[in-house]
């Protein structure tokens, strides 16, 4: 069967990458076309575009790239119709995914959809949307499911989410090695998660190194995305004891002792690995002004979504200060401090429902097309 796979950013590309070994597995003929990034096209299958080309963050950034975005929803389309896939499968990324859904619906396609937009935390109108162009939504976060079917009365699929997967099928790093091959002494780390995209790790990372100096018997270390070139990190990186590594993360966070991470999937990676952190967050001035007053959460972490409580500080906007900054990571480094949010997590990896996602939810597609 055939399968177009659509992933806007590096969350969707992990998630995305395990699904196709999932559906590779379960179809052995499988055919897939995606957009995604280097993990997916690790797996195999037919790269169309690469997510970096696609990710634009906030509401101003979107505007200004208005053009390069409907010129792609554009090649999209055409590229779906010259295949005439069995079903397109959408991982999150809605701006783009829920137009193509509409299309993909009206044309009599198949559509499914993997990892829901988070219509939970803004623009909830979006479940008319959802109700007439996804045929299957399959949900990751526990408190999903209540929202779609009692609120909403629409059927999903919690499947658990894919990130206890990834995690306990990476390969176990060898801390010395690690170390040895990435010029680290042996100091304790403190791993700095600045995001993905440009704007946002342009706004983090300058505020993340400001304690670097407060800190002088650890070393920061920065998990460089993959969809970045060391170039561009390279003029942040006049402190001396601060570091850089690319597309390392998983590897960083499991030596790591402490973390400083910008809000996204990453919060729960980083929980994942048992390492403490504070979730830091600083968009452009405009785009903060229309998130506040449509985003009625009352975290943005997925860690605290999920619990439905403060497990790991949140610094947002004028909050997110070097002062900030350094009174919480002081905190994460005493050990009763620590233990309190490392019990937290044990509670958090528990509702998550366990591990097999990317196998559930593969088996469900192939279900659903034959």
């Known amino acids: 069967m055939k399968y177009y796979v659509i992933a806007g950013e590096a969350s969707g590309d992990l998630h995305g990458s395990n699904l196709m070994k999932a559906l590779y597995k379960e179809d052995p003929s499988a055919e897939i076309r995606f957009w995604g990034g280097d993990l997916m096209q690790n797996v195999g299958g037919t790269l169309v575009k690469h997510y970096r080309e696609l990710s634009f963050m906030g509401f101003i950034e979107v505007v200004f790239n208005l053009k390069t975005i409907l010129n792609n929803i554009k090649i999209c389309k055409k590229d779906?119709?010259?295949?005439?896939?069995?079903?397109?499968?959408?991982?999150?990324?809605?701006?783009?995914?829920?137009?193509?859904?509409?299309?993909?619906?009206?044309?009599?396609?198949?559509?499914?959809?993997?990892?829901?937009?988070?219509?939970?935390?803004?623009?909830?109108?979006?479940?008319?949307?959802?109700?007439?162009?996804?045929?299957?939504?399959?949900?990751?976060?526990?408190?999903?499911?209540?929202?779609?079917?009692?609120?909403?009365?629409?059927?999903?699929?919690?499947?658990?989410?894919?990130?206890?997967?990834?995690?306990?099928?990476?390969?176990?790093?060898?801390?010395?090695?690690?170390?040895?091959?990435?010029?680290?002494?042996?100091?304790?780390?403190?791993?700095?998660?600045?995001?993905?995209?440009?704007?946002?790790?342009?706004?983090?990372?300058?505020?993340?190194?400001?304690?670097?100096?407060?800190?002088?018997?650890?070393?920061?270390?920065?998990?460089?995305?993959?969809?970045?070139?060391?170039?561009?990190?390279?003029?942040?990186?006049?402190?001396?004891?601060?570091?850089?590594?690319?597309?390392?993360?998983?590897?960083?966070?499991?030596?790591?002792?402490?973390?400083l991470v910008t809000s996204g999937t990453a919060t729960l990676e980083t929980a994942l690995f048992k390492v403490p952190e504070v979730v830091c967050y600083k968009g452009s001035w405009a785009s903060y002004q229309i998130a506040k007053r449509i985003v009625t959460l009352k975290y943005i972490s997925l860690v605290n979504l999920i619990m439905d409580k403060e497990v790991v500080t949140e610094l947002i906007q004028d909050n997110c200060t070097s002062k900030n900054i350094k009174i919480e990571l002081q905190k994460l480094l005493e050990p009763n401090y620590r233990k309190q949010v490392l019990e937290n997590y044990n509670e958090l990896e528990k509702q998550l429902g366990g591990s097999g996602a990317s196998e559930k939810t593969a088996k469900l597609i192939v279900r659903n097309i034959v």
Do not use: C
Request: proline fraction near 6%; glycine fraction near 2%; hydrophobic fraction near 40%.
């Open 80 to 259: 779906i119709q010259e295949f005439q896939p069995d079903v397109v499968i959408f991982i999150d990324y809605p701006g783009f995914n829920m137009r193509i859904a509409k299309w993909a619906k009206e044309l009599g396609m198949k559509t499914d959809y993997y990892i829901s937009p988070q219509i939970w935390a803004w623009k909830e109108n979006r479940i008319t949307d959802i109700k007439r162009d996804v045929d299957k939504m399959y949900v990751i976060l526990p408190f999903e499911k209540d929202f779609y079917e009692k609120k909403h009365h629409y059927p999903v699929e919690f499947v658990g989410h894919p990130l206890i997967d990834a995690i306990q099928n990476r390969t176990i790093v060898d801390e010395i090695a690690f170390r040895k091959e990435n010029n680290l002494d042996e100091k304790p780390i403190i791993a700095l998660l600045p995001g993905s995209r440009k704007q946002e790790i342009t706004k983090m990372l300058s505020v993340m190194l400001s304690v670097v100096n407060d800190f002088p018997d650890y070393q920061f270390v920065i998990a460089g995305a993959p969809s970045q070139e060391y170039s561009f990190y390279a003029p942040f990186l006049k402190t001396k004891n601060s570091h850089f590594i690319s597309n390392k993360t998983y590897d960083l966070l499991s030596v790591s002792t402490a973390a």
